[in-house]
């Protein structure tokens, strides 16, 4: 008997520590692509086929699980749909609604051939109601066509960091080889929510179409993102029963499909610290849960910390050949890190590279190094360091190279210089003039002799003619 309990003993420990383990090598392995250098454990599990968690601020990576499998993404497509739509339509522009988009199939507003609506109204139909035949409405209105609507798209995912990404239509409506990553949708996620309007759009819960020229009743849409607004629906969060509201949500896009399963990209705000969940492949009510289970957990492991203050004073560097000897450097934009939520800013080294000089003409802004922050040899925060103003080149002691004292000294052997160059021009210009007339009156002179001598000639021959 006492074998057997000694031997369950063992056991439970060897389960127990390898449970541990494995939490602590997942974590490590979630945070090692992006710059954090420390282990949590307790890490949550999802139901989602893969998922990421990450500093929405700064990119960080806190928790990753296949985030680089590709998986068909459903509406949360319609994210970098609505970001283009606001880079490139302006709100209040009326598209007229073609005779093909009324068809589109799945969640849509039922738009009609020939109506008008505003590009405002279609955004709030594509980020609140899902609307499928919004999100064409808009692409067409952008490109003219969807097949040219998804080059942009894969132009636009590609520049804020996609790289496993193939959009083939604006809703994300089954296709074969639409497909993302759950880290490419995090990297799109982040981009747009630096969008202060994107954001008015994510956060509205219910919003009202007035009637167009043919529909003559209002449209009431309302966020399928039941983490807004949703207290009744239960949902399991890492084995926690608990309402789908979530304190702090800032956002951003819902997607379900037969084959997408339940999608969604979900953000939150806490104590100055956002942070931003992808789930692909889960289950209507799984997609929810597994967002609050990770949300949950970066909230209570990590926070953001600010680095350095947009335009704090970094010192100064050399101008050559400018109007000043030196220029002020400034930061260029606030930086921030992502550290465990019992770690400061105490436990970074900063590192600071700064050109030895630049040569004038130097603009305002111009970048001329960086300051970055290290935990151990990991890179957490990088920032540019700029000229804080403009530096116009300089006049005759800057290209001597002289300064301070030297500098009046200089200035006046060069002012003295100049005035004796120029006194000597002008005594070298009379002198030639004299030169010029002398010659000239030797000329006449000699002109005139040689007149004298053909008259005196021409008299003499005469009288001699005349005596015969």
């Known amino acids: 008997m006492k074998k057997t309990i000694i031997t369950m003993i063992v056991l439970f420990s060897l389960v127990v520590s390898l449970g541990i383990n494995t939490s602590a090598a997942f974590a490590e392995a979630a945070v090692k692509d992006n710059s954090a250098s420390y282990t949590t454990t307790n890490v949550p599990a999802i139901v989602a086929e893969t998922g990421i968690l990450i500093d929405a601020k700064t990119g960080t990576i806190l928790y990753n699980k296949g985030m680089d499998i590709q998986k068909e993404p459903a509406s949360t497509t319609k994210m970098i749909t609505g970001l283009l739509a606001l880079e490139n339509l302006p709100l209040d522009r009326v598209v007229t609604i073609d005779a093909e988009t009324p068809f589109t199939e799945g969640s849509r507003i039922y738009l009609m051939e020939g109506e008008k609506i505003t590009v405002e109204d279609l955004l709030y139909a594509l980020f609140l109601e899902s609307a499928n035949d919004a999100a064409v409405a808009l692409a067409k209105e952008m490109a003219g066509s969807i097949e040219d609507f998804a080059v942009m798209m894969n132009e636009k995912a590609k520049e804020l960091g996609a790289k496993n990404t193939n959009f083939i239509n604006p809703n994300g409506l089954h296709l074969d080889g639409h497909v993302t990553t759950a ?101 209507d009510s799984g997609r929810f849960g597994d967002s609050i289970a990770l949300l949950d957990w970066g909230f209570e492991n990590y926070h953001t910390v600010k680095t350095v203050n947009k335009n704090s004073d970094l010192g100064t560097i050399k101008v050559s050949k400018g109007s000043k000897k030196q220029v002020n450097l400034v930061a260029e934009t606030d930086g921030y890190a992502t550290l465990p939520l019992n770690q400061s800013t105490k436990v970074l080294k900063k590192v600071v590279n700064v050109k030895d000089k630049v040569e004038a003409p130097v603009q305002a802004g111009e970048t001329v190094g960086t300051i970055e922050f290290f935990q151990g040899e990991v890179l957490m925060s990088s920032v540019n360091i700029v000229a804080a103003e403009a530096v116009e080149k300089g006049g005759i002691s800057a290209i001597l190279k002289v300064s301070g004292k030297g500098t009046k000294l200089y200035a006046g052997i060069g002012i003295s210089i100049v005035f004796a160059g120029a006194v000597a021009g002008a005594l070298l210009f009379i002198r030639n003039r004299n030169i010029r007339r002398r010659k000239q009156r030797r000329a006449e002179r000699a002109m005139r002799i040689a007149m004298d001598r053909e008259i005196n000639k021409l008299y003499y021959n005469k009288e001699k003619y005349m005596n015969r």
């Open 183 to 283: 880290y490419d949708l995090a990297m799109i996620a982040k981009a747009a929510m630096e969008n202060p309007k994107f954001r008015e759009f994510v956060t509205t819960y219910k919003y009202t179409i007035q009637p167009t020229n043919k529909q003559e009743e209002p449209r009431y849409l309302y966020n399928t993102n039941r983490l807004l607004y949703d207290t009744k629906t239960k949902v399991s969060a890492n084995g926690v029963i608990r309402t789908a509201k979530y304190d702090g949500v800032t956002g951003i896009k819902t997607g379900y499909t037969g084959h997408a399963g339940g999608c969604l990209a979900a953000s939150a705000l806490r104590d100055g610290t956002e942070l931003l969940a992808v789930v692909l492949k889960s289950t």
